[in-house]
């Protein structure tokens, strides 16, 4: 996947520099980081800081270097179509936003990983099944269109707002953590989506399916909690409290209700929502301990 990644970033003229958090301590990424055409700094940092962590990491790093305008953060098993960092950069700036997406697809062509879109029929389109960008294109036009959280498969940056608005979280471990640095980044700014920019999210196969205690099971657990603290305890996240019961029905759909996925939602809520603690920090981290006894230690 990072092979595929890096692949995809040759021909992208914006890029000055990559650089690879490597959580999972291995020696092959580090080889692979050194067989690259462009720079690449490889940071193997002193324990796995979780998602956020690792991602507060890279741009700390990347901070370093005072002519760094911009970021564009992928996950690994993302990558860029052509034109595709150029696109996104120069929407983000011919919009004057602080943060922006493109559209995500899946391997066979769809959009997933959609944002918060703030205009109704950009938001509405944007959900229907098995869509394509000629297809929200057509309905909703090319133009950027605000939004007030994004996931982040693929999420860019000014260097501007975050030496202003701080580092992603890396108290949440796993999960949610791009869901409360996008509300807190748009809380002030502006962050938009850029539909003439497309990459894609190739994810591997869900390991274990949708069976309890699975990894997919267990990081669903993580995002309820996660998600219960940020919309009930920060101010900027309030705005997603409303979707936060659809989150839980969500998961009782695709685990079944039962006495182990009603006393896991109860958990979740309890940690997050009523002691106020994310899943990565002492008194919260009843789910990460779960996870990690799965040997998923290096998911991130």
């Not at 099944?129 to 269109?145: M, S």
């Not at 999420?155 to 979280?169: K, Q, T």
Request: proline fraction near 8%.
């Amino acid at each position: 996947m990072l092979r595929t990644l890096f692949g995809s970033l040759k021909e992208a003229r914006p890029l000055r520099k990559v650089i690879v958090v490597d959580n999972g301590f291995d020696a092959e990424t580090e080889a692979i980081c050194q067989q690259q055409p462009f720079p690449v700094l490889y940071h193997r940092p002193e324990r796995n800081l979780g998602c956020g962590g690792g991602v507060a990491r890279g741009l700390m790093l990347g901070l370093q270097d005072q002519a760094i305008t911009h970021f564009c953060c992928f996950d690994d098993d993302a990558h860029a179509t052509p034109g595709a960092l150029e696109t996104l950069i120069g929407g983000m700036i011919a919009a004057e936003a602080d943060l922006a997406v493109p559209l995500v697809l899946t391997a066979e062509g769809y959009i997933c990983w959609p944002p918060g879109l703030l205009e109704r029929q950009a938001c509405q389109t944007i959900r229907r099944n098995r869509l394509t960008p000629a297809q929200y294109r057509a309905a909703c036009g090319p133009g950027p269109v605000p939004f007030s959280w994004a996931p982040w498969p693929v999420l860019a940056l000014s260097a501007r707002a975050v030496r202003e608005r701080g580092y992603p979280r890396g108290d949440f471990w796993l999960c949610a953590e791009d869901l409360e640095y996008t509300l807190r980044l748009t809380y002030r700014g502006r962050g938009v989506l850029v539909p003439a920019a497309v990459c894609c999210h190739l994810p591997p196969p869900t390991s274990g399916g949708d069976h309890l205690e699975s990894p997919h099971y267990l990081r669903f657990c993580l995002m309820l909690q996660n998600c219960s603290y940020i919309s009930t305890r920060l101010p900027h996240a309030r705005r997603i409290l409303r979707n936060l019961p659809g989150n839980y029905w969500r998961f009782l759909r695709t685990f079944g209700c039962n006495p182990a996925t009603m006393r896991d939602i109860w958990l979740a809520w309890w940690r997050g929502g009523v002691r106020g603690k994310p899943a990565g920090i002492p008194g919260g981290d009843g789910f990460k301990k779960r996870f990690l006894n799965l040997g998923h230690g290096h998911a991130q």
